[in-house]
């Protein structure tokens, strides 16, 4: 079963420009005002994806750990600041705090994947360690977004209920103890959907980018059990510590809700 | 003196946010009747002094106590806020009962099922309704069932905003019956907001007039 990659000639690459006249032929036909953003979307695609694709050539083959330390912690950066972003429940939110619940699941999860279970040589490997904690951070980033903004959520149409709790002497922790669990459920539940259908409904993209690679299907499952399974801890780590350094965001230092929760959405 | 609040100096209102400074002291057994129209910052006194939202200045004082010196959770599970609108949990009337037993602060006191049928029956509430769910009662039920979770966990004072609103007149003198008997010769005290003029069997009335007091700044 020797077989390789089959490269896309940059005429080819071009060609694929007829796949976006489709999308935006319907665009304009139903007049669903989403030329512009296709176009500047597909701008993006090339230009990003072209920029990315130098700059792993280049840092996988200095491939210095301070390096890859400094991009997985931007990339992190970015992550966090995406991850607030997209909860439209959540206004004013430090992204300090999703930043270190971020970093800190991705290096536990990606340092145990990269260190114990894959062990390259070395073991900081950047062509390993990249898109290991690439995949670790997207999936951890929308996981963490969707609890953010399912505990927000609900602690606000909950608000009477939590400030009933407190007039009876609860602690911050009892009055939400119940919303934080249905938060990082919120969270987790993509994941674990993910890990029922995976295989059945659609191949994920590694396991795809392996096998288009050239890589035995076997070899590719493998790869893909392990990458399933670090994904689930990483967005469950994350989820618990953002929710856990969150949730006293809610409260003030006496223990009373912040007036915020207590009124309507603006 | 059980309960007094001194100077207290809050803001309230939403369109037009207003100031107002008041003080007043209860002894064990009194009831004090906040008055005033409504948008007089009636609510906002009972959830500034039950801690529920800060206020720029003032002291309170519970059985001799600086409020400072206790925790907040400490402090409102002895000076209860009841709001007007009725607030349940999930679960039967039963399980509504239990729960504020179950928070740690309140860890020993005893949740004693016989003592709540029996307040349930003084307030007009029938027995078939112990395991019904709680969201499907009516609104009278709902802030009946309120005011027995409320008098349950025994607070030493017991702030009610409006706790007849919803009531019909049987109910209503049913309620002060019970509350007078809770006051009765014990080291409690009651705050109430209250519209009308009928207090029923209350005893050691005072009052306090918001709307007099209007002006501290």
């Known amino acids: 079963m020797e077989t390789s990659t089959i490269p896309i000639s940059n005429f080819q690459l071009a060609f694929s420009i007829i796949l976006i006249l489709i999308a935006g032929g319907i665009s304009s036909f139903l007049k669903l005002g989403l030329l512009k953003p296709l176009i500047w979307g597909t701008v993006r695609t090339f230009v990003q994806l072209t920029l990315v ?214 | 003196m059980l309960f007094a609040f001194k100077n207290i100096t809050y803001s309230f209102g939403f369109a037009q946010i207003r100031q107002m400074t008041v003080s007043a002291t209860l002894n064990s057994g009194q009831v004090l009747i906040i008055r005033g129209p409504s948008g007089a910052g009636k609510s906002t006194l009972l959830r500034v002094l039950a801690r529920l939202q800060p206020c720029a200045d003032g002291e309170v004082f519970l059985q001799g106590r600086n409020w400072s010196q206790i925790p907040g959770t400490v402090w409102r599970s002895k000076v209860h806020y009841l709001a007007q609108k009725p607030v349940l949990f999930d679960g039967t009337v039963a399980d509504n009962l239990v729960r504020p037993f179950e928070i740690r602060v309140n860890s020993k006191k005893k949740f004693d099922p016989h003592l709540a049928k029996k307040k349930m029956q003084e307030l007009l509430l029938a027995d078939d309704l112990w395991e019904q769910d709680a969201r499907t009662l009516s609104g009278g039920e709902a802030a009946r069932l309120a005011l027995i979770r409320a008098l349950l966990t025994d607070p030493e004072i017991i702030m009610l905003d409006e706790p007849t609103a919803a009531l019909d007149e049987r109910s209503r003198d049913a309620f002060y019956a019970v509350l007078s008997r809770w006051l009765a010769g014990r080291d409690k005290a009651a705050i109430l907001i209250s519209h009308n003029n009928e207090y029923g069997h209350l005893s050691c009335i005072s009052f306090l007039d918001l709307a007099a007091s209007r002006g501290g700044e």
């Open chain 1, 53 to 266: 694709g130098y700059a792993l050539t280049y840092i996988f083959k200095i491939n210095n750990f301070l390096l890859i330390t400094v991009i997985v912690t931007l990339m992190c950066y970015i992550a966090s600041r995406t991850s607030v972003k997209r909860a439209p429940n959540v206004h004013d939110y430090p992204s300090v705090l999703s930043f270190v619940s971020l970093w800190a699941s991705t290096f536990l999860v990606g340092s145990i994947v990269t260190v114990l279970i894959i062990s390259p040589e070395p073991w900081y490997s950047a062509r390993i360690v990249i898109p290991i904690f690439g995949m670790i951070l997207g999936n951890t980033m929308n996981g963490i977004s969707l609890s953010l903004d399912r505990l927000y959520g609900e602690t606000r149409s909950r608000s009477a209920e939590i400030e009933t709790l407190l007039t009876f002497g609860a602690t911050p922790w009892e009055a939400v103890r119940f919303n934080v669990r249905e938060a990082i459920r919120a969270g987790m539940t993509p994941t674990i959907n993910s890990l029922m259908v995976v295989g059945l409904v659609s191949l994920p993209g590694m396991m795809t980018g392996q096998i288009l690679g050239g890589a035995d299907p076997r070899e590719a499952v493998r790869y893909q059990i392990v990458v399933m399974l670090m994904i689930a801890a990483a967005v469950a780590i994350g989820c618990l510590m953002l929710v856990g350094l969150s949730y006293k965001r809610l409260f003030n230092s006496d223990g009373a809700l912040q007036p915020f929760v207590l009124k309507s959405r603006k």
